[in-house]
Structure formats: structure tokens, C-alpha cells
């Protein structure tokens, strides 16, 4: 084979594997992005029931309940709005009331937000930047103030 | 006033590091050797600065000096003495000295380094690497300086991250570190390379071992961490593709490919330009790694408080050396002399479809990571991308890869046949298809998935043994012959084995994660609850504890394999009153390489306690076969080929002729 011929060999398996890396990161993008939304995003635009999404923001003062068999109940609340979530499973060491919090799931047909994932942090003094956004967007919390339910 | 000594040497160092930069540059441009020479000592200079400027900050943890502002910030007098040495790097202004410490060392080892490389190269290295340490002092002095002094020393420090006080981390950052860093020197390579506007198999010898070296130290650092997150966070996963994890296997991956490019290069004279490209975008993944974790501009488990402002300084210095290196690339490479060619059946040719994949993937995890930062700032939509979509693209590209592995390992060079080549592998194949068909029957009804990942982990490590055996026993050899030509072999062709044969390990363990059972219970004591496999599990009582700094209340569990009692394993959950911060302890029990996982929860209102149980069958394998692959780097390393050119030892002479060293590590 010529130097030419050669180089067209690579560039057609590169070529080959590259167009199928991409087909397949494009595919991959269809069905398993998830969209993060703040309790006032869902309270002004709607929901789609079933749809999963990243639901963010506090946890509600108060509203946490438990029951038997690791069921949780609580609201998560940026301000403007809130939204009760329901999750079954243990919930990472710092959960807490006023925390920020991070949970994945669905909003099934009576408004209830299933979470089958509840984000976990390492630091108490760290606030998942969408929710810090979301606070922001509904003036709870300023930039350079101490996160809420941290002192 | 030690403290103040401690940043005063970080601004000495600043200084050595400029003419670190500027000395040996000049030298190099005019040819004086003189002037080349003054590198190696302003480069052992400036590793002996940063080196006790890191001692200070590490006395000042010792000592439990809370007048430092990050001692205060990170430390209690209470927390065990390893702690407090760890807590000195597990902070931004401390990981960011051990950083540069690292820097520094690499810096120092090139420049006394005895192996063969050209003065001109060493220089210029010597000066690129400089310029890294120079943007990262600056960095450290305007925005982190670990030396603040608080007016009041307070009477109590605030404790170092609950999560944090583990073995883990005493060992995990340093040894990613010295991976991340490490290739910083490939990188001052390349650069060197560039400005020289000459590239050749010197050079690759030249970079090899250094390649190996960050290689294998980002290897046991990733899989380290990998193993931390496993038993401290809890939640029993290994990988969680969490955009800190990818930032760090990120450069491993490109790592990779440069470790098998530069085989090319240096064989066949070929693979140069891509090589140099490989060589900077390696680097610039490792300090866009740094931006990643060090920002917080990714929502990650990884993220600790951050500070935006010291983001936008690294940022400038990602934006500084990826483009300035990339814009000397665009300039200098097509000056470069073309390599040779070859064809697309050959050693060489395999090594490039190994670097095609390896690139590929590197890009599909890339655009993962960073595909919700881009539509965040286009479009204002928050996403995230989580496991299913690496799953489904890493994955897909890995398993032809590996597939082809062996195939590529027993490739001659230059010219290879198909027909030999499986020739050489009919056994290795016909021992894994028999194997997983096996593996298929016992575990019928189960995944199947994973008899499938079983025999291709089988398929990499008789493949790569195969190789030994068959130069071993080459034209026709006895035992004994063949042993004595088994070890004359090469110790390169020993650490692909060994590395190639832990790849197929770590396969098997990930594959095994498949067969793995999780159950979410609430127990009482005397309860027994099923895990997994034959295996179940008693909580015997449950307690309170205190501890050095923390209160815990203990599950105290008896694990049973069958009817018989195996042994008895805690889990608990911490309490850190200083941080107010709780976090779990998983009780582990190995068996063989499985493992019982059990981690508590919480107390139920009914008086009962919930755990998380889980059944690992094989797990270890994960991280035994990456202890493999570090070791075969480390065999690589000692290869004689890379000292070739230094000063031989003669035998019995007086030693001032210098042994050859082996290439620093």
C-alpha cells in the first residue's frame, strides 16, 4: 500500500469510530439527561406527571415525617413555593431540616414528588449550586451570606 | 514567626522559580552550558523551599496552632494525631501547597535525574516546568495563602471534615496528586520538544519513564479514592461517575493512550506529532481536573465550600497553558520531521486503534462532564448527566477495546498476520468461551451481562500471559530453558503483561458487581436478615460510643454463611460535635474476594433500627486488578532501555563512576 492508501485506512476507521461514538453519545443524551427544576420553576410553569427531573432547594423546617419501613415524607422549598417529596431508603448523614438537599425523581398524578434519590454532601457548609441559584432567584439568600442552616 | 518564615520561603521559591524559567532557557537558546547548568540547582532550590514551607504548615497542624487561620479552620486538638497531619492536605490552601511540593519534586528529579537525555531538552524542560510552578506560587500567594494569621488565636479549632478523618485520605489526594502532577513533566517534555523544534526516539525514551511514573501513581490514586468512597460514603457503589471522579479519570485515560504512543514512537519512529498533542492535552485535563474540583463550578459529592474568585485565577492559568501550548503546537508542529509510515495490520497499527478508542472515550466522558456547564451558560437549563449516560457510551467503547487487546499484544511489528495472530490465541479463546459457558450454567437465570464481562476478564489474562508463554517456549524450548528465557525477557514485555492481566482482573471484578444483592431492612436485635448468596446477617445489639473527637451509636452485627456464624462486624454512626456533622461507618467482612457490606441507618419510630446490607461478590478484584496494572507500570519503569546512554556500572569498580539510577520514579 502507498503512504496514501494507508492514511485513508486510518481515516476511515477513525472516521467509523468516531461517527459511532457519536451516535452514541447523542443517544445517550436523548434518554438519560435530567433537567434540574426549583419548587417555584414547577409552581409557574407546570409538570409533566412521570417525567423525571432534579427537584432542589431547602428542606422544609417541620415538615419532615417518618414512618415505619424507611418511608420519609418531607417538603423541599426555595421561598416562593414548595413541593412534598416522599422517599423510601435511607437518607444520606446530612439530611436535615433547612439543609439544602438535592432529590431525583418523578411527580406522580396527586402532585407527590417520588424521589428515588436523595444527593448526599460532604460539607456542611456547601450548598449545591443549582439550589443556591434558585434561593437567589427568590431572594432567600445573597451571595456572600452564610448559607442558610448552617449556623 | 516560624509561620511567616514558612510564607516567606513560598515567595523565595516564586523567585528561584523565575530564574528556574528564564536561566536555562537562555542557555538553551545560546547553546551555553553554563547557563543550561544553573536549572538543576535553582530546581532542587526551589523544591527545598516549598518542601519546608509545607513542613511549617504541617508543624503548625502538629502543634495545634490556632493563630493559623487554616489550622483553626481545619483542626481540633482533640482529633488523632494522623489526622492532624492529613487535615494539612485536606483543605483548598494545603492541597494546593502539596500541589506545588509535587510540582517542585518532579521539577527536581528531572533536573538530577541521570538518565539519557539531551542537555538542550533537559533545559528547556527543566524551564516549562518552572513556568507551572511560577502560575500555581502566584496562585498560592495572591488567593490561598495557607499562612493567614487570625488576630485572636480562638482556644478550639473547628475540625477537619468528619468525612475526611479516614486512612483514605491520608493517602489518596497525595498519590492522585503525584499522577495529576506527574504529568506535568510530560508535558514540559513536550513543550520542550516544541520550542527545540525536534522530536525522535531520544525524546520518547526520554519520556517514557516519566509517562509510567505519573501513570502509575494516577492509577492507585484513582482506584484509592475509588475505594475510599466505597466503605466511607456508605452507599456501597465504586464509581459513581460523579464529574470530580471523571476529572481525575479523564487524564488517565489520555494517560493511557500516551503511555502506548510513545511505545510507537520510540519502536517505529512514528505516532511523533500525535504523540506531543497527547502529551499536552494529558496535561491540560489534569489542570482542568484541578479547575474542576477547585471551583466548584460542577455540582458534585466532591464539592466542599468554594470561593469563586480563586476559580477565575485557574481558570487563567487553564486558559494560559492549554491555549499557549496548543497555539506553540499549532506553530512549531508541522516543522516537525514526519515519522515513518506502516500498515494498518501491524503492532503499531493495533497501538493506533488503541489510541483511537482510548481517545474517543476520553471525548464521550469529557463531553458528559462538561455538557451541562455549556447548555447552563447557552441556554440558562440546568441538567445533569448522570451514569446511565456513561454507561451507555464509555462502555460501549471499552469492550471492543478490550476485545482486541490480546489480538494487539501478540501483533508483530511492522508487518503482522491475522492468521498468526489467532493462531497464537486459539487457546486463550478456547479456554474463555469453555469458561464463561461454564460461568453462564452455574449462574443461569442471572444477569447476563456478567458470565459475558467474566470471560473477557478471562480472555485478557490468559491472552497476556500468552505472550510470555509463547516467547517463553519458543522454538520448541524444555521447561528449564523455557524459564531461563522467560525471565531473559524483556522487563517492559513483563509490565504489559502484568498490567494488560490486571485490566482483565479489574474486568472480572466489575463484571462480578452484576451478581450483587442490596436489601434495605429493619432490624431488631436478635433479627436475622438475608444479604446475599449464602450469606445472612444477626444484629446483635446496638449501643452508644465515644470516641477521641466524636459519639457513635454501634450496630454490633454476627455474620452467618449458611447456618454458621462467620464472624462479627460493626457498623456505627458517627457523631462530630465540633462540625455538627454525623457521618456512617460500613462494617465490612471479606470473604475470600467478596465482601458483606452492612451500614447503618437510622432508628425507626417504631424502635427498631434501619440498615442498608449488601452482598459483593468479587469486588476486591476491582482494585486488585488496578494494583496490578500500577505494578506492571512500575515493572516498565525499570527498564534497561530507558538508561541506556547513562553511565553503566562496571563490575567491582569504585563506585564514583556513578551508578546508573534507575529512573526516578
Not at chain 1, 420553576?41 to 432547594?57: H, N, P, S, T
Request: charged share 15%; net charge neutral; glycine share 12%.
Amino acid at each position: 500500500m502507498t503512504r496514501k492508501q494507508r492514511r485513508l485506512v486510518l481515516i476511515g476507521v477513525s472516521g467509523i469510530v468516531l461517527a459511532l461514538s457519536l451516535g452514541l453519545v447523542l443517544f445517550a443524551m436523548r434518554d438519560t439527561i435530567v433537567f434540574f427544576r426549583a419548587p417555584s420553576d414547577i409552581a409557574a410553569q407546570g409538570f409533566d406527571e412521570g417525567v423525571r427531573f432534579r427537584l432542589g432547594g431547602l428542606v422544609e423546617d417541620g415538615s419532615i415525617r417518618r414512618e415505619t419501613g424507611q418511608i420519609h415524607y418531607f417538603r423541599v422549598t426555595d421561598g416562593g413555593a414548595s413541593i412534598e417529596v416522599r422517599y423510601q431508603g435511607l437518607l444520606p448523614d446530612l439530611f436535615r431540616e433547612g439543609q439544602g438537599v438535592v432529590t431525583e425523581g418523578a411527580i406522580d398524578g396527586s402532585g407527590l414528588f417520588r424521589a428515588d434519590t436523595v444527593l448526599a454532601r460532604h460539607d456542611e457548609n456547601y450548598m449545591p449550586r443549582e439550589v443556591a441559584d434558585a434561593l437567589k432567584a427568590q431572594g432567600v439568600w445573597q451571595h456572600g451570606d452564610p448559607a442558610p442552616g448552617t449556623q | 514567626m516560624l509561620i511567616e518564615v514558612g510564607h516567606f520561603a513560598l515567595a523565595l521559591a516564586l523567585g528561584l522559580s523565575v530564574i528556574q524559567m528564564v536561566v536555562p532557557f537562555w542557555g538553551a537558546r545560546t547553546n551555553d552550558p553554563v547557563l543550561m547548568g544553573v536549572g538543576a540547582p535553582a530546581a532542587v532550590g526551589v523544591f527545598a523551599l516549598v518542601l519546608f514551607s509545607f513542613g511549617v504548615l504541617t508543624y503548625a497542624y502538629v502543634t495545634s496552632d490556632f493563630s493559623v487561620m487554616n489550622v483553626y479552620a481545619n483542626s481540633h486538638s482533640q482529633k488523632p494525631m494522623i489526622y492532624k497531619v492529613t487535615g494539612v492536605w485536606g483543605n483548598h490552601e494545603g492541597s494546593m501547597l502539596l500541589w506545588i511540593v509535587i510540582l517542585a519534586l518532579f521539577g527536581a528529579l528531572v533536573a538530577i535525574a541521570r538518565n539519557a537525555v539531551p542537555p538542550k531538552l533537559r533545559a528547556n524542560t527543566i524551564a516549562v516546568q518552572a513556568s507551572v510552578t511560577i502560575a500555581f506560587l502566584l496562585f498560592m500567594l495572591l488567593t490561598s495563602n495557607p499562612f493567614e494569621r487570625l488576630d485572636q488565636a480562638p482556644f478550639e479549632g473547628r475540625d477537619l471534615n468528619p468525612i475526611l478523618q479516614d486512612i483514605g485520605l491520608a493517602i489518596h489526594p497525595p498519590l492522585l496528586y503525584i499522577g495529576y502532577v506527574g504529568f506535568s513533566i510530560t508535558f514540559a517534555f513536550a513543550m520542550a520538544a516544541l520550542i527545540e523544534g525536534k522530536i525522535d526516539a531520544v525524546w520518547a525514551r526520554a519520556v517514557r519513564p516519566w509517562t509510567l511514573g505519573a501513570w502509575l501513581f494516577l492509577t492507585l490514586g484513582i482506584s484509592m479514592g475509588s475505594y475510599w468512597a466505597y466503605y466511607e460514603l456508605g452507599w456501597g457503589g465504586w464509581w459513581f461517575w460523579d464529574p470530580v471522579e471523571n476529572a481525575s479519570l479523564l487524564p488517565w485515560i489520555l494517560g493511557t493512550a500516551l503511555i502506548h504512543s510513545t511505545v510507537v514512537m520510540e519502536k517505529r519512529d512514528a505516532l511523533k506529532i500525535w504523540t506531543i498533542l497527547l502529551a499536552i492535552l494529558t496535561f491540560s485535563l489534569s489542570l482542568m481536573g484541578t479547575f474542576l474540583v477547585r471551583s466548584g463550578v460542577l455540582t458534585s459529592v466532591h464539592a466542599f465550600a468554594v470561593d469563586p474568585d480563586r476559580g477565575m485565577y485557574i481558570l487563567a492559568i487553564l486558559v494560559f497553558f492549554i491555549g499557549g501550548s496548543l497555539a506553540l503546537f499549532a506553530w512549531r508542529a508541522p516543522l516537525l520531521r514526519q515519522g515513518g509510515i506502516f500498515a494498518p495490520v501491524s503492532r503499531e497499527g493495533a497501538l493506533v486503534v488503541n489510541n483511537l478508542f482510548l481517545a474517543t472515550a476520553c471525548a464521550t466522558v469529557l463531553i458528559g462532564t462538561l455538557y451541562p456547564l455549556a447548555l447552563e451558560a447557552v441556554t440558562g437549563a440546568k441538567i445533569s448527566v448522570g451514569p446511565p449516560f456513561f454507561n451507555a457510551t464509555f462502555v460501549p467503547l471499552m469492550v471492543p477495546l478490550l476485545l482486541l487487546l490480546p489480538f494487539g499484544q501478540v501483533m508483530a511489528w511492522k508487518r503482522g498476520d491475522m492468521g498468526g495472530v489467532a493462531q497464537r490465541l486459539a487457546g486463550a479463546i478456547l479456554i474463555s468461551v469453555v469458561l464463561t459457558v461454564i460461568v453462564y450454567g452455574f449462574t443461569y437465570g442471572g444477569p447476563v451481562a456478567a458470565p459475558l464481562g467474566v470471560g473477557l476478564g478471562i480472555f485478557l489474562i490468559v491472552g497476556s500471559l500468552n505472550e510470555v508463554i509463547t516467547r517463553a517456549f519458543s522454538g520448541g524450548a524444555g521447561f528449564g530453558d523455557a524459564m531461563r528465557k522467560a525471565r531473559g525477557l524483556p522487563r517492559s514485555t513483563w509490565g504489559t503483561v502484568t498490567a494488560h492481566a490486571g485490566v482483565g482482573v479489574m474486568v472480572i471484578g466489575i463484571a462480578a458487581t452484576a451478581w450483587s444483592t442490596e436489601r434495605i431492612v429493619t432490624m431488631r436485635p436478635g433479627d436475622v436478615a438475608h444479604v446475599g448468596g449464602a450469606y445472612s446477617a444477626r444484629l446483635d445489639a446496638v449501643f452508644p460510643r465515644t470516641g477521641p473527637n466524636f459519639q457513635e451509636d454501634v450496630a454490633q452485627m454476627t455474620i452467618f454463611r449458611g447456618d454458621r456464624a462467620i464472624g462479627q462486624e460493626e457498623t456505627s454512626k458517627r457523631f462530630f460535635p465540633a462540625r455538627n456533622m454525623p457521618t456512617t461507618q460500613a462494617g465490612l467482612h471479606t470473604v475470600g474476594f467478596s465482601q458483606v457490606y452492612l451500614s447503618f441507618g437510622e432508628p425507626q419510630p417504631d424502635g427498631s433500627l434501619g440498615l442498608r446490607l449488601y452482598y459483593k461478590p468479587l469486588i476486591l478484584l476491582i482494585w486488585i486488578g488496578t494494583l496490578f496494572m500500577a505494578l506492571g507500570a512500575g515493572i516498565a519503569m525499570t527498564d534497561r532501555r530507558f538508561r541506556v546512554g547513562a553511565p553503566v556500572r562496571a563490575k567491582r569498580e569504585a563506585p564514583q563512576t556513578g551508578p546508573a539510577p534507575a529512573p526516578a520514579e
